[in-house]
């Protein structure tokens, strides 16, 4: 699950062939995709075909939709492919003699990679943490995915790198205060194991 | 398929001292998410208790959970799993659910496991490492192969020059990618551009989380507002809203089936030969929940016999009619005297006797809805709308809004209930400024704008959003001492008590992308669907499907020579979507979407292996069937049809107990 935006018009229109086709991937739906603004780039474009459809970074579905477009994607000069990283690249594998295009650009959801994403929470980092920070996580919490408490930097819970972020160490105290177990902090100093995967 | 769990469990140097250190543990397991989904339950959880046990820990209980992640879902299971006297809770699932489990446990909540990076690993098949979302795509420069990601060194300028024999020189089972690249585009005629490029440096600042983060809460918000799930389908009402309401030419022959709501068929009242006039009785209602069916022509009755219906398929017991073009009224058909010292009863005799039944598709009886054995203080209009393409209702509200008002005071003083509501989406601000307009000086009735969301106009949907109650499980909306009618149903009321007049014709919307003229028309019931299709100029070409109602509930028909029923809102002709099921990925997408809060990839799974107590206890009888799972699923399961089939099945199951 990712998120998608279009690349300026004006970069479209440069790849863009005479003859080109347009396929637009709406499977992760209205959830990441910007589905008005590139219906209407298409419009704008008036390529020689396009298909609107879903799931495209599956293989086997892109090819079952593909099938009723043959005839126009043969004869296209470039295929635009409105969707994310995954998308184009599984549409370029399947002609790789074309030019296959993307028209947007694809930015991660870090730490939002579970079903229903609400906030920045996990970085999958591979050596949870949370046992000792009450469930808040120190390393999407704090702007410095500090381990080891707060850099003394936060001015009134406020982080001092994003004035409108709270400072996570500080949220942590209270939270373990709350729960009578502050005790948890005294740890020995970690350090972080980027090598874990 | 490749499983992408994203926890494993933490080491026993780890677990050990966490278990240790307390007592009456409960251990709370998520089911995994893009896998395949082939076990019910992860072996984790228990391999955790195991080793609990093997300490002579108490355990207070163990639940496996799915899509902790869900907060909204996972906050109401925890409720019900969470023993009394646990006193820690011990999570294995991801960061994501841990944290989840935290900000909602008011108890000390510890983790299990540690998260496991998949990145560059995106996407719903999940097949490959693909993407690494670096917010800067090179794939047009690069013949779509990503230097990011198939790069060791995501290299954006040409090769390191490591390579040996095309492998990677820092993994030598590894294609080198530019030169992979080199190849397609020169395949392709293209290496020059590699030449004339500029040098590419990558930008790290490209990928803004703060932007990331307000544009995720922003499309959560909307997901969630007024209910949990739900979605925004594209509407395309565009084709047909602009378009005024039109009277559908006289039909020369009309099929009265003497079944379209729900309940008994009717009994038939005339027989061939006989001459009927517009708005004579031809069908009474056997039995309470049934309804009344008239002439909606004046003419000779050609025959009574089984005819094809076009939501069930089945031939039922048809009256047809061949109109003389008089529409000749019949004696019955007058407004009545006095309508203000009605009483309730008579109300509702009025209703029962004029055939009324609900006009939004399930064609339930009115009278029954309206005798409530429980106090009701709210009359709901759905004036939603919120099926994509239709636009019926729209035109209905547009053109008689002072019979909506009439009908839903009627209704108010037959149900005693001190308010009426009509609710209408935020796309239709034409008929929120004229309703506002003609409802300032009444007190006790009020127009509420919802935002546009399918399925907004559901019923238990349409009261969360406007009262903020919720239907409980297996209930009904008088329950909450609410009444949900539709805005043509109440149209329809007026018309019965104002001109005597029953339900003999409605509004249907005539669209889809496939239509040569879309339009909205008032067509007489029992014409027959072809005509409007032929009407309207047929079909843009062959390669087209039909449905009666709107593209996420209606019903689709193959064969157009069926009549138009009291509850057919529209009429779509659309291009058919080839799909192809394949195995469910857990990817969790339907549990977000179902605005009835339940778990629909159940269904399809338990309905597969014929376990009907499983498709039972996950609550099959609470799905209204509004297609969001559907919609959505990116496995391309019917999961709707393994509903249907499981409601069924479970019927069954329990006549036989």
């Known amino acids: 699950m990712l998120i998608t ?73 470039t295929i635009v492919v409105f969707s994310c990283g995954v998308g184009v690249q599984t549409v370029s594998a399947c002609f790789t003699g074309k030019k ?12 939002g990679q579970g079903v229903t994403p609400l906030e920045y929470d996990c970085d999958q980092c591979g050596e949870c943490h949370l046992n000792s920070t009450g469930g808040i996580c120190p390393i999407t919490a704090c702007s410095k995915s500090l381990v080891n408490g707060q850099c003394g930097g936060a001015k009134y819970g406020k982080c001092e790198v994003d004035k409108d972020m709270d400072c996570g160490w500080e949220r942590i105290y209270r939270r373990l205060e709350a729960a009578g177990l502050t005790d948890s902090l005294l740890y020995p100093v970690k350090i972080r194991d980027f090598a874990v995967e | 398929m490749e499983d992408y769990t994203k926890f494993r469990l933490k080491g026993n140097d780890e677990l050990i001292p966490l278990l240790e250190a307390g007592d009456d543990l409960f251990i709370l397991a998520c089911n995994k998410c893009f896998k395949e989904f082939t076990a019910e339950d992860e072996p984790e959880c228990d391999e955790l208790a195991g080793i609990a046990a093997g300490l002579g820990k108490k355990i207070a209980g163990c639940a496996k959970l799915d899509f902790l992640c869900n907060k909204t879902l996972t906050q109401k299971r925890l409720v019900e799993a969470l023993p009394q006297d646990a006193a820690k809770i011990i999570v294995v699932a991801c960061g994501l ?66 390579a040996k024999n095309g492998k990677c020189e820092v993994d030598k089972e590894k294609d080198c990618a530019w030169e992979n690249i080199y190849n397609r585009l020169q395949a392709q005629n293209r290496a020059g551009e590699l030449a004339s490029n500029p040098i590419e440096l990558r930008d790290y600042s490209k990928v803004d989380y703060k932007f990331i983060s307000s544009y995720v809460s922003s499309i959560r918000e909307k997901r969630l507002d007024g209910y949990y799930g739900g979605l925004h389908p594209s509407e395309r009402k565009e084709l047909s809203e602009h378009i005024g309401l039109a009277v559908f030419p006289e039909p020369a022959t009309v099929v009265i089936p003497l079944s379209q709501h729900t309940g008994a068929p009717a009994q038939p009242l005339v027989s061939a030969g006989e001459h009927v006039k517009l708005g004579q009785k031809i069908g009474e209602a056997a039995g309470y929940v049934s309804a009344m069916l008239h002439a909606s022509v004046s003419g000779e009755v050609t025959a009574v016999e089984p005819r094809k219906h076009p939501t069930t398929g089945a031939d039922v017991l048809s009256v047809v009619i061949r109109s003389d073009g008089k529409n000749e009224l019949h004696e019955s058909v007058k407004p009545y005297e006095n309508p203000d010292s009605l009483t309730a009863d008579d109300i509702l005799e009025i209703v029962r006797e004029k055939g009324l039944v609900g006009m939004g598709g399930a064609a339930f009886p009115t009278a029954v809805k309206l005798k409530s054995a429980k106090p009701i203080d709210t009359v709901l209009l ?34 005693g209930a001190e308010k009426g509501i009509i609710v209408v989406e935020d796309n239709k601000p034409d008929v929120i400024a004229l309703l506002e307009s003609k409802t300032s000086d009444i007190g006790n009735i009020e127009i509420l704008e919802a935002k546009t969301k399918y399925p907004q106009g559901a019923e238990k949907m349409l009261i969360k959003k406007a009262l903020g109650r919720q239907v409980p499980s297996g209930g009904l909306p008088l329950d909450v001492g609410v009444v949900v009618s539709n805005v043509s149903t109440v149209k329809a009321v007026s018309d019965a008590i104002q001109k005597g007049m029953p339900l003999i014709e409605r509004v249907v919307t005539v669209t889809g992308e496939k239509i040569e003229k879309p339009g909205n028309y008032i067509v007489k019931i029992g014409t027959p669907v072809m005509e409007l299709v032929s009407y309207c100029g047929g079909v843009t070409d062959d390669d087209v499907a039909f449905k009666l109602g709107g593209p996420m509930m209606g019903v689709a028909i193959s064969d157009l020579n069926v009549p138009v029923l009291k509850g057919t809102n529209g009429v779509i002709a659309f291009a058919p ?81």
């Not at chain 1, 296959?100 to 730490?111: E, K, S």
């Not at chain 2, 719903?124 to 690069?142: D, I, R, V």
């Open chain 1, 5 to 77: 935006q279009l690349k300026p018009k004006e970069t479209i229109a440069s790849i863009a062939g005479s003859k080109a086709f347009y396929i637009t991937c709406e499977g992760c739906r209205e959830v990441y995709f910007p589905e008005e603004e590139a219906a209407q780039l298409r419009e704008e474009a008036a390529g020689i075909g396009s298909l609107v459809t879903d799931y495209i970074c599956n293989p086997d579905n892109l090819m079952f939709q593909l099938e009723k477009h043959m005839e126009k994607l043969n004869a296209a000069d």
């Open chain 1, 100 to 111: 296959v295009y993307a028209g947007c650009d694809t930015y991660p959801l870090p730490g």
């Open chain 2, 97 to 162: 659910g841990i944290q989840t489990i935290a900000d909602i446990a008011d108890l000390p909540v510890c983790a299990a496991t540690d998260s496991v990076s998949y990145g560059g690993r995106h996407g719903m098949a999940l097949t490959q490492k693909l993407c690494q979302a670096c917010g800067q795509c090179y794939l047009n420069l690069t013949g779509g192969i990503c230097p990011i990601v198939d790069c060791s060194k995501s290299l954006v300028n040409g090769q390191c020059g490591g």
């Open chain 2, 382 to 415: 759905n004036g939603c709308e919120c099926e994509p393409l239709l636009t019926a209702d729209h035109h209905v509200m547009l053109n008689y809004a002072d019979d909506i008002i009439y009908g839903l005071k009627v209704l108010l003083r037959t149900v």
């Open chain 2, 577 to 657: 979507e080839d799909s192809e099921p394949s195995e469910c990925i857990r990817c969790g997408r339907c549990v977000d979407v179902c605005p009835m809060e339940l778990y629909p990839l159940y269904f399809p799974k338990y309905a597969g292996a014929g376990n009907w107590q499983g498709v039972k206890d996950k609550n099959v009888r609470d799905c209204m069937e509004c297609g969001c799972c559907d919609f959505i699923c990116s496995a391309k399961i019917p999961i709707r049809d393994a509903i249907k089939l499981g409601k069924k099945e479970v019927a069954a199951m329990e006549r036989k107990d």
